[in-house]
C-alpha cells in the first residue's frame, strides 16, 4: 500500500473503466478535453450521494468551462445503475470493484473514520487537462461542500 500521491504535473495513470451502462470509457479517448475525475467510497451511501448530486447539480458550470465529470468507485454496475436512475446522475459512474485504478491514483489506503484507522477508498478528486497531465490532485476531501470549494479553485465561481 503505497503513501506516495500523485502531483502537479505528473501523467495521469492510463485507465479503461466499464460506465454504469457497461460502456467502456479510456483515458486516452478522453485526450483532449479536460477531466474532473472524483474517487468516492460507495454509492447510495449518505456522503457520496451529497457528492454525487452536487456534481449534477453543477454540471452545466464545469461543461461551460470545458469539463467532463466522472465518478469512481468500487461499485458493480448494477448498482452504479440504480445510483445514478435514482439521483438523476447524467455523467458517467465508472466501476472499478479489483482497485486496481484506486490504487493507480493512490486513493486506497489509510484514512481516520470516526476516531479509528481504517484502510480504504481516500475520496479524493483530480483534475486531468487536454494532455493528460494533473493540474489538481485534491485528496481527503469532504462529500459536503467540496464541488464548491473545487468550482472556486477552477475559478467557476461568479
Known amino acids: 500500500?503505497?503513501?506516495?500521491?500523485?502531483?502537479?504535473?505528473?501523467?495521469?495513470?492510463?485507465?479503461?473503466?466499464?460506465?454504469?451502462?457497461?460502456?467502456?470509457?479510456?483515458?486516452?479517448?478522453?485526450?483532449?478535453?479536460?477531466?474532473?475525475?472524483y474517487f468516492y467510497p460507495e454509492a447510495d451511501t449518505p456522503g457520496c450521494t451529497t457528492e454525487a448530486c452536487d456534481f449534477r447539480n453543477n454540471l452545466a458550470t464545469f461543461g461551460?468551462?470545458?469539463?467532463?465529470?466522472?465518478?469512481?468507485?468500487?461499485?458493480?454496475?448494477?448498482?452504479?445503475?440504480?445510483?445514478?436512475?435514482?439521483h438523476g446522475l447524467s455523467y458517467p459512474l465508472l466501476s472499478d470493484p479489483d482497485r486496481k485504478v484506486h490504487e493507480l491514483y493512490r486513493v486506497w489506503g489509510e484514512k481516520t473514520l470516526y476516531g479509528k484507522t481504517v484502510v480504504g477508498v481516500i475520496r479524493s478528486t483530480f483534475v486531468i487537462d487536454e494532455e493528460g497531465l494533473i493540474t489538481l490532485p485534491l485528496y481527503n476531501v469532504k462529500a459536503t461542500g467540496h464541488v464548491a470549494a473545487l468550482k472556486k479553485k477552477l475559478g467557476l465561481t461568479a
Open 1 to 37: 500500500m503505497t503513501t506516495t500521491r500523485l502531483e502537479i504535473g505528473q501523467q495521469a495513470p492510463s485507465f479503461t473503466l466499464l460506465d454504469q451502462d457497461a460502456t467502456p470509457i479510456a483515458l486516452s479517448s478522453l485526450r483532449g478535453r479536460k477531466v474532473i475525475l
Open 64 to 86: 461551460a468551462a470545458s469539463y467532463t465529470v466522472y465518478g469512481v468507485s468500487r461499485d458493480d454496475i448494477p448498482k452504479l445503475q440504480k445510483f445514478a436512475a435514482v
